[in-house]
Structure formats: structure tokens, C-alpha cells
């Protein structure tokens, strides 16, 4: 298994399915770095040589990634919830923060199953 910025990606995919494993590079941010480092997007990762591997890294690490990535989110999240601005309270409630409606949705953001409603039993 080739190993890219601490993650572990999968052998038998083909290199542009595989960088997507990482957090942060998705298809379109994949196809860009092998195509910056000419490397077919169909050739799989177990055939890659190391040369190839070492540019493909050093091209990933000209993006953010991983836990810089997920530091800078957090951090914006933070700033946020400090000016207390409207997604920030969205934030510090728990709901959603982007707008979607609450009254029939939302179930991942307001925990889980639905509340019961006593005599709704069919019969």
C-alpha cells in the first residue's frame, strides 16, 4: 500500500479513485495533480514506480489537506461561533447551518429518530 500524507490508499484502484481517499482532494483536485505530474489517471497504484509516487506527494503537498485542512475548518468554525454570527449560533445549537428546513428534515443534525405521537397506532 502507497502511503500519502498519513493516509494508506487502496493498491488495486486506479491512482485518480485512490488520491480521493485522502481528506481534501477530491476527483476534479485529483485529475489536476496527475495531470501537473503526467501520470495516467488510469494506471493503479500498485503499478506506479516510486519516482512517480514522490511527485504525485510532492504535488499533493502544494494543497491543503488533511489535518491542516481540518484545522483551518475548525478554526473558522470557532471564529464564527465567537462573532456570533448566524451560523455560528446554528453551529452551537446543533441545527443546520446552510438553510435547510427543520420542521420535517434534518434528522443527522437534530439526533436521530422521529418523536412518537400518542394514539397514532393503525389498527
Given at each position: 500500500?502507497?502511503?500519502?500524507?498519513?493516509?494508506d490508499?487502496?493498491?488495486?484502484?486506479?491512482?485518480?479513485i485512490s488520491l480521493t481517499y485522502i481528506y481534501g482532494i477530491?476527483?476534479?483536485?485529483?485529475?489536476q495533480i496527475l495531470e501537473a505530474v503526467k501520470v495516467d489517471p488510469t494506471k493503479r497504484t500498485k503499478d506506479l514506480s516510486q519516482e512517480e509516487l514522490v511527485k504525485i506527494r510532492d504535488e499533493i503537498n502544494k494543497h491543503l489537506t488533511e489535518g491542516d485542512l481540518r484545522r483551518e475548518i475548525n478554526m473558522n468554525i470557532k471564529t464564527k461561533k465567537e462573532i456570533n454570527s448566524y451560523e455560528g449560533s446554528r453551529h452551537k445549537k446543533g441545527l443546520p447551518v446552510r438553510g435547510q428546513?427543520?420542521?420535517r428534515n434534518c434528522r443527522t443534525r437534530r439526533g436521530g429518530r422521529g418523536k412518537t405521537v400518542a394514539n397514532k397506532k393503525k389498527v
Open positions: 500500500m502507497a502511503r500519502i500524507k498519513g493516509v490508499i487502496p493498491d488495486n484502484k486506479h491512482i485518480c477530491g476527483q476534479s483536485l485529483a485529475k428546513r427543520t420542521n
